[in-house]
């Protein structure tokens, strides 16, 4: 797992923030990717080189899944769509969303088998069927969107993916990361689906299927990184509403 440092300061006057990555990993090109946003939704980038990016201090940087986790989730679901429609990226090298699949052959046993060989099976066939494939943040979750005073609303940390629109829906589906109580829900999956079909152009069905498929990816990456995750219990809701 790769490990971060910032610095805050400021820069021709401006508030800014330096993120220094420790090693490479997936936000290594995290600037490259915000400047072909170029402050659409994001947060505006002044200088970066691969693994150091100075940019914009957001403040009071709130971030979403503060609304999330105190009975504000339908309005966070709304902001983070909101967000979405307003990333407009350039072309920018990115790995593909096939590329993050191979990850799906190193999965151990810590994750049922049948689960995972569903979730590479429609990963697979979602990959083959994309339609309009674009830049995309990569990790749109809750606390990678942060309040700002003056621009609202804006994303942070991309990972840089290219692939079509409802797979940047994935993040956002399986967060607040630590409360499966608030995601992990038929209820909740469906609304969050609904809410962002009124604001985005997506086929809200892939969405429900790429956001099963990247609960196991994710749920594999976690366990290779020694982290916590919960985001087997969002796949396991999920299922039955795809079969």
Request: proline share 5%.
């Amino acid at each position: 797992m790769t490990k971060d440092m910032l610095t805050f300061g400021r820069t021709a006057g401006r508030a800014a923030v330096l993120k220094v990555i420790e090693r490479e990993g997936d936000e290594w090109r995290s600037g490259a990717i915000l400047d072909a946003f170029g402050g659409r939704g994001v947060v505006r980038v002044y200088e970066y080189v691969d693994g150091a990016v100075l940019m914009e201090r957001l403040i009071p940087g709130t971030p979403l899944s503060e609304l999330a986790v105190n009975g504000r989730d339908e309005e966070a679901t709304t902001i983070l769509a909101d967000v979405i429609a307003s990333m407009s990226p350039l072309e920018t090298p990115a790995p593909t969303v096939q590329e993050w699949g191979k990850s799906f052959a190193t999965a151990g046993p810590q994750i049922a088998g049948d689960l995972v060989e569903r979730a590479h099976e429609i990963y697979t066939k979602l990959c083959g069927s994309q339609s309009k494939t674009r830049l995309l943040h990569g990790d749109l979750h809750h606390d990678n969107v942060l309040y700002d005073a003056k621009r609202d609303w804006l994303a942070i940390d991309p990972k840089g993916v290219i692939g079509e629109l409802e797979y940047e829906l994935g993040a956002a589906l399986r967060n607040p990361f630590d409360r499966p109580d608030i995601f992990a829900q038929p209820r909740a999956i469906e609304r969050r689906l609904k809410q962002f079909a009124a604001k985005l152009p997506i086929d809200a069905a892939r969405a429900l299927r790429w956001g099963f498929a990247q609960a196991v990816l994710s749920a594999i990456w976690g366990i290779e990184d020694g982290a916590a995750t919960h985001s087997t219990a969002l796949a396991e809701a999920m299922l039955p509403m795809i079969d």
